[in-house]
């Protein structure tokens, strides 16, 4: 019985660390830089899983014109 005590406050710890990552980390790491029209937004692709459980969205913004960045990513 006195095993039980000693755990309890990592325990505690380890409960509070995971409901944070659940409650505020995985919903900001799910739409990393991404804006709310980007998510809402039709991407290619979207139509081969007709419905989804799960989504995520990623962004950057690039703060150059389309055929300036171009290059330098492909």
Do not use: H, N
């Amino acid at each position: 019985m006195g095993a039980l005590p000693a755990v309890m406050p990592v325990l505690a710890v380890v409960l509070a660390l995971v409901l944070l990552y659940l409650f505020l980390e995985r919903p900001w790491l799910k739409r990393w830089g991404a804006t709310d029209e980007d998510v809402r937004r039709c991407l290619p692709g979207d139509d081969l899983v007709p419905r989804l459980d799960r989504t995520t969205t990623g962004s950057i913004r690039i703060p150059y014109p389309p055929a300036q960045a171009w290059p330098w990513l492909a």
